[in-house]
Nanobody, 115 residues
């Protein structure tokens, strides 16, 4: 049973930075089949960034140039470096593992950006 555990959320002022981590434990995980979503109050969960086949990455337009997704395969850990944070980045951020049977979610970590 694979578990996804996020960490690194918190309160930061606009313009600041945070780095989120997602540690996958359990069976061997294809770290490339993972990504980050977020959900702001009253809004749908949205894809922020993910790895795609061939080692490429995808970013939502709203975070391009500010967020960077990375991974440490040896540690089965994925990261999301978030720079130049804006109040509209405030949300619960979820680690996601993409499986043929559906998406597995982490518990989420709150990111709050104050203006």
């Amino acid at each position: 049973q694979v578990q996804l555990v996020e960490s690194g959320g918190g309160l930061v002022q606009a313009g600041g930075s945070l780095r989120l981590s997602c540690a996958a434990s359990g069976s061997i995980v294809d770290i490339n089949a993972m990504g980050w979503y977020r959900q702001a109050p009253g809004k749908q969960r949205e894809l922020v960034a993910r790895f795609i086949s061939g080692g490429s990455t995808y970013y939502a337009d709203s975070v391009k140039g500010r967020f960077t997704i990375s991974r440490d395969s040896a540690k089965n850990t994925m990261y999301l470096q978030m720079n130049s944070l804006k109040p509209e980045d405030t949300a619960v951020y979820y680690c996601a593992r993409f499986r043929p049977t559906g998406v597995q979610w982490g518990q989420g970590t709150q990111v709050t950006v104050s203006s």
